[in-house]
C-alpha cells in the first residue's frame, strides 16, 4: 500500500507539469513596420514641400500650430474677455473643404452649420484643434496634412487616401459649460 502511495504521488507530480507555449515555426521581423514608418516619413516630408510652396505663393501670414499644421487669420477678434473653447463647451460653426489646389471638396452648403461638444464627440484631428484655437466671431483658414484630416482611409467619400486639405472655418458661437 505505502509502494502504491508513492507510486500515485510520483505520477501526480509528474503529470502536473505545466504546458510549454509552442515556439513559433517562423520569426517575423518588423520589416513591415519599418516600411511602414518610411513610407510615411517620405509622404510627410512631399506633403510638407508642396504646403510650403503654397504658402510662399499666397504670400499670407501662415502661423504654425504646435499640433502640425498651419492657419492664417481671415478675421482675427481682438477682445481679451472672449475665450476660446474648452472640454464640453458648445461650438457652433461653419467650414469648407478644399483641396491644396483650390478645388472645393465640400462647400459650407454642403456641410450646413455645426454644433460640436469639444473633445466629446467625433470630429478629424486637425479641425477638433484648430476650433480649439478659435474665439466666437474669427474665420481662419487651416492647412492640415493628411495625418491631420482623414488620413490614409480618406472620408469614404470624396476625400481620398492621404489627402492634404484647406478648411476655412468660422465660429460663430461657443456655450461655455456649465459644469466646468
Request: charged residues 20%; glycine residues 6%.
Amino acid at each position: 500500500m505505502n509502494k502504491l502511495v508513492i507510486l500515485v504521488f510520483a505520477m501526480l507530480i509528474v503529470s502536473c507539469k505545466t504546458p510549454e507555449a509552442r515556439r513559433p515555426i517562423s520569426v517575423k521581423t518588423g520589416s513591415f513596420i519599418d516600411a511602414s514608418v518610411e513610407r510615411n516619413k517620405q509622404l510627410n516630408a512631399k506633403e510638407q514641400a508642396v504646403m510650403q510652396n503654397l504658402m510662399q505663393q499666397q504670400e499670407k501670414n501662415y502661423i504654425a500650430s504646435e499640433s502640425g499644421f498651419w492657419y492664417y487669420y481671415n478675421n482675427k477678434v481682438e477682445i481679451d474677455s472672449l475665450t476660446t473653447p474648452s472640454f464640453g463647451d458648445i461650438v457652433t460653426y461653419n467650414y469648407n473643404v478644399k483641396a491644396l489646389n483650390g478645388d472645393t471638396i465640400y462647400s459650407k452648403e454642403d456641410i450646413n452649420t455645426q454644433t460640436y461638444a469639444m473633445d466629446q464627440e467625433e470630429l478629424f484631428t486637425g479641425l477638433r484643434e484648430g476650433l480649439k484655437l478659435m474665439k466666437s466671431g474669427e474665420t481662419i483658414t487651416f492647412m492640415f496634412p493628411s495625418q491631420k484630416a482623414y488620413g490614409y482611409y480618406g472620408d469614404e467619400n470624396k476625400i481620398g487616401s492621404n489627402t492634404p486639405l484647406v478648411c476655412e472655418v468660422t465660429v460663430h458661437s461657443i456655450q461655455q459649460n456649465q459644469s466646468n
